[in-house]
């Protein structure tokens, strides 16, 4: 089992690595390699890391294997494109793995660390997928998440075809 624990202050850049090397592992191979830069090197930075986690409208979780940090999920306000948006909803924002950390609960760890942290009576959550990540949308709907949305999420140039996923209070 991974220690699941809040990031702290000293985690950004470990997380911006984590954010950078996960989204190329898993992701890399389908964006021109500009496009998967400016991705990258705009959307994983040490300050926006160290702003939500001192940010307590925001949650940031770290995965530790025998002491390195092998992922992180990021929880906050909901700002998907969904008409059903309101401004209590929460949403799971990010769930990164590094790829020597798949295939052993470690997900699982954190999903549900982040939904023990969402879930409040009334409140709906959310999450956005990318539409041929098979294995994370089976992963949510085991935890009641269905389709109720599509949009598209920029890569660089690139638009991804994105599912939104919710789960009813």
């Known amino acids: ?21 996960s989204f ?11 496009d998967l830069n400016d991705y990258l090197y705009s959307a994983h930075t040490d300050e926006a890391y160290a702003g ?21 999920a990021l929880t906050g306000p909901c700002d998907l494109p969904h008409a059903e948006v309101t401004p209590g909803c929460g949403e799971l924002k990010r769930l990164y793995l590094l790829e020597k950390a798949h295939n052993q609960g470690i997900g699982g760890q954190l999903l549900k660390t982040c939904l023990d942290h969402l879930t409040r ?46 789960r009813p209070a």
């Open 1 to 21: 089992m991974a220690l699941i624990r809040r990031a702290a202050a000293q985690d950004a850049p470990s997380l911006t690595a984590v954010g950078r090397i």
């Open 24 to 34: 190329t592992e898993t992701f890399g191979h389908l964006y021109p390699p500009q």
């Open 52 to 72: 939500w986690i001192a940010n307590s409208a925001y949650g940031v979780w770290v995965a530790e294997l025998d002491g390195e940090l092998v992922g992180y």
């Open 121 to 166: 009576p009334g409140r709906r959550l959310w999450i956005g997928v990318w539409s041929e990540n098979h294995g994370a949308q089976r992963l949510y709907g085991r935890h009641g998440f269905a389709k109720v949305g599509e949009y598209e999420f920029p890569v660089g140039k690139t638009r991804d075809h994105e599912f939104i996923l919710s």
